[in-house]
């Protein structure tokens, strides 16, 4: 079982600042989908990356794949309050291996 | 634009009782997956079937939880009996194929056991 590991589990910042969030892995994956959860919704494909050292931009979201094809990071510039939610990686191992897995997640709360 | 339909959203049930979930997946979407999720944490699958084939169930307990995909579109989950520890998110998904492709996700289905 491939697991992904996600970095902190909990964050909470002003609006403004920047974060880094981290996704991480010991297994190799084919590609990586970053996907946002807002409370009792289901979640949200963002971006997903296949190309180990890609690199990724969605406004104020910047999303890279390690060159390994084992870890990736979300990195948020000038946070705001809208952009509070679950932040969920996910990955499938690829080949005849599709299971999609997803790790736990982290909370950020961007406050006013 | 295309979604995943889910129903009902909300589900209240007595311990011991039936529930059934129903998911329509996007037109096309071979791959369709089912996931808990527990309240703060990521989805966990449950079961994902390829077409009308299941491809992967072993997260699913088979003593109380089924799932089928008949003509390979739209999707039943049963729990019978509900536990009180099956009180969940329980979100739909689809995609084109499985693994590589995007997943697209239903709002999901608010289930919770008494």
């Known amino acids: 079982t491939q697991l992904l590991e996600q970095s902190p589990q909990f964050l909470s910042i002003q609006e403004g600042e920047n974060l880094t969030v981290y996704c991480n892995s010991s297994s190799v994956f084919s590609s990586l989908q970053w996907y946002r959860q807002e409370p009792g919704e289901g979640p949200v494909l963002l971006v997903t990356?296949?190309?180990?050292?890609e690199v990724k931009k969605l406004k104020r979201l910047t999303f890279q794949f390690g060159d390994a094809r084992k870890d990736s990071s979300l990195h948020i510039t000038a946070a705001q309050p809208g952009d509070t939610g679950l932040y969920l990686c996910a990955g499938a191992p690829g080949g005849s291996n599709y299971k999609l897995t997803f790790g736990k997640g982290t909370l950020l709360t961007v406050n006013p | 634009e295309a979604e995943v339909a889910q129903s009902p959203r909300y589900k209240i049930t007595e311990k011991s009782q039936a529930v059934a979930f129903w998911c329509d997946p996007i037109?096309?979407?071979?791959?369709l997956y089912w996931y808990r999720q527990i309240l703060g944490q990521g989805p966990e699958l449950l079961v994902q079937f390829q077409d009308e084939s299941v491809v992967d169930d072993s997260q699913l307990p088979k003593d109380r939880f089924s799932a089928e995909r008949l003509k390979g579109v739209d999707s039943t989950l049963k729990i019978q009996p509900a536990e009180l520890g099956d009180s969940a998110m329980y979100l739909c998904?689809?995609?084109?194929?499985?693994?590589?492709?995007?997943?697209?996700f239903g709002q999901g289905t608010r289930l919770t056991v008494v």
């Open positions: 998904a689809s995609s084109l194929e499985g693994g590589d492709t995007e997943a697209f």
């Open positions: 990356v296949v190309t180990g050292g």
């Open positions: 037109s096309g979407h071979a791959t």
